[in-house]
């Protein structure tokens, strides 16, 4: 099929973004090595075995979790890969200079890369709210100004707030899904009357987003784990995970049901509500040492986003005029409040105030460094929506950029 759109448009954005590739290249010529490992080959393949976990969930997952939009399946998996790839040699190189050991060069090694796959799901996640708003060109830019925007929020959190690592990249969900809706804001406004239609749902591509579902189910609690160097923290994550997974699952099943005049399941609460019990439990998940209480979070998790699935989109369409395409908020955004929440008040009870009392502080610097991440999200989301509001992103529509077959439909 033809497309509208100047053939010399396409083709000198295709060059620009593979220009773009040009310096990154240069740049791990001059100022990046291989670390000289002197690890077992049992520790390596430790490592890899959780970084595969992890690239499945964001390539497979998130790839897949938003392919269910009728008009943007192609979009939604294979953009997501390109925003991957680029991602994470862009994260790769910010966290090795915005280091405080960077003295020059950048060591690279299996969780420097892990970890920047990690950073790099932020605007995976992000993207779920803008499916459908953006095309090519604007998803380069927002990938670059949202991984920097977080992998700087993260060193300021370790260094100025002394968050731990595992914290501060487990605040990626209520980054990333603020960020996502700020960016909504400001391209969604005068909200379309036509925007609710994009949200249609076939049955096959409904079942693919099914698939991405249960590869971010299966594979969570590595992604909980794997900042976790203490061998106790990283069971009591696993096992934690598992629980708040299994419950929030039921929950989303159940509580879809129950919400329907016919007791009819909504494949859409499916999608989004099994995953909340592992975005509950990101933050607090080594300090749950019961399974009751990561349990209770599964299932407040999965009545929040099953509610938010039901409630949100009334208010944000209507009110704020944010047209959230996958519901981020109610996936990620809410579920992660509540995880960041229920981090600082485990910290809390687990605080021994009369030996250590300048733990009080630490809480406060704890409950400065989620407060820190949204502020961060909702400010970085705005100018990022801002400048891909400008005319100049508005010759090409996402459905441009693909060779359709004759027959194909929904194109």
Known sequence: ??????????????????????????????FTKYESSSKTQRELMGTYGVFQDVTVMAALGLGFLNSSLWKHGWSSVAFNLFMLALGVQWAV????????????????????????????????????????KTNLGQLVLMTLMEVTAFVVMRMVSKQMLSTEDHTSMM????????????????LSRPLHKGAKTKDQMATSPSLFAMLGTLFLWMFWPSFNSALLSSLKK????????????????????SVSALAHPQGKINMAHIHNAVLAGGVAVSAPCYQ???PFVAMVLGLIAGLISIGGAKCLPVCLNRVLEIHDSCGVHYTFGL??????????????????????PINGYQLLLNSGALSFSIAMGLASG??????????????????????????????
């Open 1 to 30: 099929m033809g497309s509208k759109y100047p053939p010399s448009v396409r083709g000198c954005l295709s060059l620009w973004i593979l220009t773009l590739e040009v310096p990154l290249i240069l740049l791990f010529f001059f």
């Open 93 to 132: 190189l910010l966290d090795g200079f915005l280091n405080e050991s960077f003295s020059g060069t950048v060591v690279i090694n299996l969780p420097s890369i892990q970890q920047a796959t990690m950073s790099a799901m932020s605007v995976l996640i992000s993207v779920g709210a803008i499916l459908g």
């Open 171 to 186: 605040h990626i969900h209520v980054f990333a899904a603020y960020f996502g809706l700020t960016v909504a804001w400001c």
């Open 234 to 253: 990283k069971k009591l994550a696993v096992f934690n995970t598992y629980y708040a997974l299994a419950v929030s699952a039921v929950t989303a099943i």
């Open 288 to 290: 749950i040492h019961t």
């Open 335 to 356: 579920p992660g409040l509540l995880g960041g929440i229920t981090n600082i008040v485990l910290m809390t009870h687990h605080t021994n105030w009369t030996k250590h």
């Open 382 to 411: 705005l100018l990022t929506g801002l400048l891909l509001k400008l005319k100049i992103w508005k010759a090409l529509h996402d459905q441009a950029f693909w060779e359709v077959p004759h027959l194909a439909v929904g194109f």
